[in-house]
């Protein structure tokens, strides 16, 4: 089973910036599709960013694009979400997730998942 773990999460002033990291367990981290997602109080989980295995494959949610970044160090095992301009609706719960599959991680449907870290936003 992969093994995945946020950190970076904390609290930013609005406009600020501030980088997420997700650690990934085992030797098969090359082989996966890497995922960001939110949940923000009262609200469902929603999609924020995937990236392909190679790294030249990004999809971002319209509500993110332009002001948040993914990437990943293969090498290191990691993966990374930095995340500028932010703003009060950036408040969440921040989940790394990982698939094998595309469709997987865009749609909320990974298999593996860590715990999430927070990030809060204040004005």
């Known amino acids: 089973q992969v093994q995945l773990v946020e950190s970076g999460g904390g609290l930013v002033q609005a406009g600020g910036s501030l980088r997420l990291s997700c650690a990934a367990s085992g030797r098969t981290f090359s082989s996966y599709v890497m995922g960001w997602s939110r949940q923000a109080p009262g609200k469902e989980r929603e999609f924020v960013a995937r990236i392909s295995w190679s790294g030249t494959s990004i999809l971002y949610a319209d509500s993110v694009k332009g002001r948040f970044t993914a990437s990943r160090d293969n090498a290191k095992n990691t993966v990374y979400l930095q995340m500028n301009s932010l703003k009060l609706e950036d408040t969440a719960v921040y989940y790394c997730?990982?698939?094998?599959?595309?469709?997987?991680?865009?749609?909320?449907?990974?298999?593996?998942w860590g715990r999430g870290t927070q990030v809060t936003v204040s004005s």
């Open positions: 997730n990982a698939d094998s599959d595309l469709n997987r991680v865009a749609t909320q449907t990974a298999r593996y």
